[in-house]
């Protein structure tokens, strides 16, 4: 019913940028919280950072200063804009929606497939 496409990662040189975008698409009558998680090999998927449909933002500590996270209501989408990328920020970047269906129903949270960052000299 609810899909997530994930674009914009890649191969990144340490001290690069990359934009990752996040399209919600289906049956959708409102998101509220989006947001980004990552998960490198052997690791525990984690927070990178959320934001509301008010725009209030969160950020992990490891990315406070280099990451800013954005999103557009109009086109359901949300953007992790990545600065300063270091070789631990690689990992597979996963976008998450809190999405309702109907005016009524329960929020339910909705995945992307995951788009691949890896910083490498």
């Known amino acids: 019913q609810v899909q997530l496409v994930e674009s914009g990662g890649g191969l990144v040189q340490p001290g690069g940028s990359l934009r990752l975008s996040c399209a919600a698409s289906?049956?959708?009558?409102?998101?509220?919280?989006m947001g980004w998680y990552r998960q490198a090999p052997g690791k525990q998927r984690e927070l990178v950072a959320t934001?509301?449909?008010?725009?209030?933002?969160n950020y992990a500590d490891s990315v406070k200063g280099r990451f800013a996270i954005s999103r557009d209501n109009a086109k359901n989408t949300v953007y992790l804009q990545m600065n300063g990328l270091k070789p631990e920020d690689t990992a597979v970047y996963y976008c998450?929606?809190?999405?309702?269906?109907?005016?009524?129903?329960?929020?339910?949270?909705?995945w992307g497939q995951g788009t691949q960052v890896t910083v490498s000299s």
């Open positions: 998450n929606a809190k999405v309702k269906l109907l005016s009524y129903s329960p929020e339910y949270t909705y």
């Open positions: 934001i509301t449909s008010l725009a209030i933002t």
């Open positions: 289906g049956s959708i009558f409102s998101i509220n919280a």
